[in-house]
């Protein structure tokens, strides 16, 4: 077997980053569908939280990225 | 200074800027001779694998030489602070970093795209000489046609406001007039409270920088696509200006909090060290958000591109192009995202420190 353990790292990190864009999404359907009218609300805070969820998600690839040298 | 002569012309702007940038930065292009090498190389060369960790990283970081495209690039100058003094000349000496050049005081060369002093046969470092890199490299170049383009607009939006007083805007002042209200009405002033307005010119600063680097380097040819908002440096600096901004307006409901907070007060040293590192820690995730997102933006587009050398195809290039393109697309949600994500935090930590005590 090759390669870099940071490759691994790199794939945790992505699992974090998907179980909670994935809560994110799935709740703001939620409120969508309990309050159409608040949709763009809703979706503007969802994108904020989702692009905070993606900020820790890449601090772990910049720390793979970093390893892998 | 009255600019918007230049932007309200019917001419087209561009080369005006391109035109003033140009002068500024560059003597004259060269064009990268091909080298000679010996047969055996030649061959090593062709059945060596395309290496995209290396190209990726190539075009993430800075470089003392600013690429049109091809073989031809832009020599950029070399400014060195050494230990005896002074020395100023054009990275066009290196010759692609091929060679040595003996300045005043040390001999420099390129060493993994970094200009050190080195010893008589010009490739060990001397371990004795301390050179501090002061050149305009390519994102120093890349961000002073950014800031050279943010003045241009801001000028010319700012002498429209004046000649029309009471009228409604026009031309550019109105495409900028709701990004600018959105920064007052939806960031500054949730966020900081009645005291926003000694911070707008700052929060404006600041979106408007971010915004108008992630979209320059987005811009696949010259003079875009270096990675300004995308380098540490950059970031850091940002960030440093946020923790002092922060601090340097902090009250004392602020400061109170964190010395003195509502516990008792043998966990007090627990407290001190957990609000100092909060202190830190704001600003720093600040600077990793940014430098992170900007950065992976320009890797995964720069892989994508690779998959066409990696499979040796063009069969792979429309699969390749297409995800590019979606990715591009992304990245411009990106950009605008992460300047109003920077900005609003900046407010949100601001606000926190100017607010006043209620319970």
Known sequence: MTGSIAALGAGLAVIGAGIGIGQIGGKAME?????????????TAMIIAA????????FGVIVALLGNK | ????????????????????????????AFAIQEKQVPEAAVENKETSKFDPS??????????????????????LPVILYTDKGLEIFSSERFEEGEKAYQGKYYQYALIKDKVKAVVADGKTIDETATVIDLSITKNVASMWLSVLLLLIIFFSVASSYKKRVGKAPKGLQSLLEPVILFIRDDV???????????????????FFFILINNLIGMVP??????????????????????????????????WKHIFA?????????????????????????????????IMAGHVIVIALISLIFIFKTLGIAPVSIAFT???????????FLQAFIFTMLMALFIGSAVEEHHH
Not at chain 1, 31 to 42: F, H, L, V
Not at chain 2, 59 to 67: K, T
Not at chain 2, 225 to 246: E, P
Not at chain 2, 325 to 335: C, N, P, Q, T
């Open chain 2, 54 to 75: 290396a190209t990726i990283l190539e075009h993430i970081g800075d470089s003392h030489y600013f690429h049109v495209g091809g073989h031809i690039a832009f020599p």
């Open chain 2, 221 to 254: 040819f010259f003079p875009g696509g270096s990675n300004v908002t995308g380098n540490i440096a950059v970031t850091f600096v940002l960030a440093v200006v946020t923790l002092i901004v922060v601090n340097v307006n902090g009250n004392k409901y602020y």
């Open chain 1, 51 to 58: 692009a905070l969820v993606e900020g820790v998600a890449l």
């Open chain 2, 1 to 28: 200074m009255d600019f918007s002569h230049i932007l309200n012309s019917k001419k087209i702007t561009l080369s005006v800027v391109l035109g003033v940038f140009l002068t500024v930065f560059t003597c004259k």
């Open chain 1, 31 to 43: 409120g969508i569908s309990r309050q159409p009218e608040a949709a763009g609300k809703i979706q």
């Open chain 2, 188 to 206: 500054a002033l949730p966020n900081i409270g009645y005291k926003y307005h000694r911070f707008m010119p700052l929060l404006l600063t600041v």
């Open chain 2, 261 to 293: 907070p509502d516990v008792p007060f043998w966990l007090y040293p627990i407290m001190w060290v957990v609000e100092l590192a909060g202190i830190i820690s704001k600003p720093f995730a600040l600077m990793v958000r940014l430098f992170a997102n």
């Open chain 2, 325 to 335: 393109l979606f990715i591009d697309v992304l990245e411009l949600l990106v950009a």
